[in-house]
C-alpha cells in the first residue's frame, strides 16, 4: 500500500503506524476510565493520521499558530480519538494519557476548546461544528489567510437542518478554504444512522448543494490519501467535502462484530485484551 509506507512529515513513521499508535492510545484512555467512544476512535484513526501527518499545516509546538490549518472536531463525543492523535502529533504530552477523564484533566471526556490545546471548537450539540466551520473559514479569507479548514462531523449530524442551512451557506460564499470530513459509520445511539434518517443519495445531496463530493473507504490509507490531495487540488470555487465509509472498531475484530458499537461495552478483562489483539495487527 502506497499510503501506508509513505513517510510523514520528516519522520521514519509511516501513515499506517501513525494510525496504529492512535488507536493504541485511544485503547489506553478508555481502560483508565474503563469506558469511551472507543469504537468511533478505531474506526476514525486513519483519516485522523492522514489529516494530521500528510494534508494539515500545524505547529505543535505553538497550537494556536495563526498560519495553521483548522480542524474541528464537531462531533465532540470523538475527543478520545482526537486526544491521541494530538498526543501522536506532540500537541499533548503522552504523560498525560492516564488523566483522561478525570477531574483535574485537560483531556475531558466530551471535548472542550477551553481546556485542550489544539482543540479549535467545543463540539457535542450536533449540527454545529459545520456552521462554525463556515465562518471560521469565512473570516481566513477576509483577513487573506491562506489556511485551511477542517470540520471533522458524523453521519448523524447529516440529520440535522443546521448542518444543510451551513452547506448552503459554505456553497454561497464559494469556500474553497474549507473541507468537510463526513465519518459515516452508519451506527447512532438508537441503531443505524440509515435506518435512523437515511440521507441518501449523499453524494448527489452535497453536489446539489454546490459542494465538490468524493465518497471513499476510510480504513484505506491510499484512498484516504488520494482523497485529501485531490480536495486540495480541486480549481472551482466551491467547499469540497469527503464522505468517509469506515468500520467501527477496526482493527479489534472481537470488538467490530459487536451489534452495537455506538457505545461499545467493554468489559474490565477486555481492555487488555483489546490490546493485544491490537499488537497482532502492528505494521512494520
Known amino acids: 500500500m502506497e499510503g501506508a509506507v509513505r513517510t510523514v512529515r520528516g519522520s521514519n513513521m509511516t501513515l499506517a503506524q501513525r494510525a496504529w499508535n492512535i488507536r493504541r492510545k485511544a485503547l489506553l484512555m478508555g481502560e483508565v476510565q474503563g ?75 466530551s471535548g472542550m476548546a477551553s481546556y485542550t490545546p489544539g482543540m479549535e471548537i467545543t463540539g457535542g450539540s450536533l449540527g454545529h461544528g459545520l456552521g462554525i466551520a463556515v465562518g471560521m473559514a469565512l473570516g481566513l479569507k477576509r483577513k487573506k489567510n491562506p489556511a485551511l479548514v477542517y470540520n471533522l462531523m458524523s453521519d448523524g449530524e447529516l440529520g440535522e437542518g443546521s448542518t444543510w442551512e451551513a452547506a448552503m451557506s459554505g456553497a454561497h460564499h464559494k469556500l474553497n478554504n474549507l473541507i ?86 467493554v468489559e474490565a478483562d477486555e481492555w487488555s485484551k483489546a490490546l493485544a489483539v491490537l499488537e497482532e495487527g502492528k505494521p512494520q
Request: hydrophobic share 40%; charged share 25%; proline share 4%.
Open 180 to 265: 468537510c470530513l463526513v465519518d459515516f459509520n452508519n451506527q447512532q445511539a438508537d441503531g443505524k444512522s440509515t435506518e435512523m434518517l437515511c440521507s441518501e443519495p449523499l453524494e448527489a445531496k452535497w453536489e446539489a448543494f454546490g459542494w465538490h463530493c468524493q465518497r471513499v473507504d476510510g480504513n484505506d490509507l491510499n484512498a484516504v490519501v488520494a482523497a485529501f490531495d485531490k480536495a486540495r487540488a480541486v480549481s472551482e470555487p466551491k467547499p469540497r467535502v469527503i464522505i468517509f465509509d469506515t468500520r467501527m472498531c477496526k482493527g479489534v475484530p472481537f470488538l467490530e462484530s459487536r451489534e452495537i458499537t455506538h457505545f461499545v461495552r
Open 35 to 109: 469506558q469511551g467512544y472507543i469504537g468511533q476512535a478505531l474506526g476514525i484513526a486513519d483519516v485522523l493520521a492522514a489529516s494530521y501527518f500528510h494534508a494539515l499545516e500545524y505547529r505543535a509546538e505553538d497550537p494556536e499558530w495563526e498560519g495553521r490549518d483548522r480542524f474541528l472536531l464537531s462531533i465532540g463525543h470523538y475527543a478520545i480519538a482526537l486526544y491521541a492523535v494530538l498526543m501522536e502529533a506532540g500537541i499533548l504530552p503522552e504523560e498525560e494519557l492516564e488523566t483522561y477523564g478525570m477531574d483535574d484533566s485537560r483531556m475531558p471526556m
